[in-house]
């Protein structure tokens, strides 16, 4: 799972990103809300954690206007003010649920895997499944009814992000920054290679017309009719 995580304090966001980073969470990090928005904008993340005091777009106005674009990734606010008129006020403007700093690791942690499993991310890795494909988190392996794939680890997360987002349209940008993050070397077009070794699996079951090309865009998981 990606986090993103957006605080403006050097040394608090290099804990936190330390903390998910050890409990296997796959962090990317900025400290101005400008930076947090355009990553933010991009879909590609499971939970956004969220300093409400920013340089560039302050917290608030960050998450506002990823709603107003219809992005709706989960968000922990962080904030310093412990007041009722702090709270409501984030969560109005669109954030799940928030942590009042200074905030102890086991806080944090809880709070990420309650809201996580509140919008069924956690609960759904354990088998996701569109037609005939699915995969099995337990086994990080992919199948066509009972015959496994047989996936590399880029293979599987390709194949999941494309049932978690079935029938809807995944740029090249989205896909790379999901897969290899956006500090990856590599350059985008490593997308069109793992989704042809993908497509590649799937046809030993006929199963490739699964993952459409939407031209000079992207992909998209969908099956013909009769197939779902």
């Given at each position: 799972?990606?986090?993103?995580?957006?605080?403006?304090d050097?040394?608090?966001?290099?804990?936190?990103?330390?903390?998910?980073?050890r409990?296997?969470?796959?962090?990317?990090?900025?400290?101005?809300?400008?930076?947090?928005?355009m990553?933010g904008e991009r879909?590609s993340?499971?939970?956004l954690?969220?300093?409400?005091?920013?340089?560039?777009?302050?917290?608030?106005?960050?998450?506002k206007?990823?709603?107003e674009?219809?992005i709706?990734?989960?968000v922990?606010?962080?904030?310093?003010k412990?007041?009722?008129?702090?709270?409501?006020?984030?969560?109005?403007a669109?954030?799940?649920?928030?942590?009042?700093?200074?905030?102890?690791?086991?806080?944090?942690?809880?709070?990420?895997?309650?809201?996580?499993r509140?919008?069924?991310k956690?609960?759904?890795?354990g088998?996701?499944?569109?037609g005939?494909?699915?995969?099995?988190?337990a086994e990080?392996?992919g199948?066509?009814?009972?015959?496994a794939?047989k996936?590399?680890?880029?293979e599987?997360?390709l194949?999941?992000?494309?049932?978690?987002?079935?029938?809807?349209?995944?740029?090249?940008?989205?896909?790379?920054?999901?897969?290899?993050?956006i500090?990856?070397?590599?350059?985008?077009?490593?997308?069109?290679?793992?989704?042809?070794?993908?497509r590649?699996?799937?046809?030993d079951?006929?199963?490739?017309?699964?993952?459409r090309?939407?031209?000079n865009?992207?992909?998209?998981m969908?099956?013909n009719?009769?197939?779902?």
């Amino acid at each position: 799972m990606r986090i993103l995580v957006v605080e403006d304090d050097k040394h608090l966001l290099q804990a936190i990103t330390k903390v998910l980073t050890r409990e296997g969470y796959q962090v990317d990090s900025a400290e101005r809300g400008d930076d947090g928005f355009m990553m933010g904008e991009r879909g590609s993340y499971d939970l956004l954690l969220l300093d409400i005091m920013l340089p560039g777009l302050d917290g608030l106005t960050v998450i506002k206007r990823l709603r107003e674009k219809g992005i709706v990734t989960p968000v922990l606010f962080l904030t310093a003010k412990d007041s009722v008129e702090s709270r409501v006020i984030g969560l109005d403007a669109g954030a799940d649920d928030y942590i009042v700093k200074p905030f102890a690791v086991e806080e944090l942690l809880a709070r990420t895997r309650v809201v996580l499993r509140r919008y069924g991310k956690l609960a759904s890795e354990g088998e996701l499944a569109y037609g005939p494909i699915k995969i099995k988190a337990a086994e990080y392996d992919g199948y066509v009814g009972d015959h496994a794939l047989k996936l590399t680890t880029k293979e599987f997360e390709l194949l999941k992000y494309f049932l978690h987002n079935r029938e809807q349209i995944l740029t090249r940008e989205q896909i790379f920054d999901r897969i290899w993050g956006i500090n990856s070397e590599v350059n985008y077009g490593i997308v069109d290679v793992y989704v042809h070794y993908l497509r590649k699996k799937l046809a030993d079951y006929e199963c490739d017309n699964f993952i459409r090309t939407i031209r000079n865009v992207g992909y998209m998981m969908k099956g013909n009719v009769g197939d779902v």
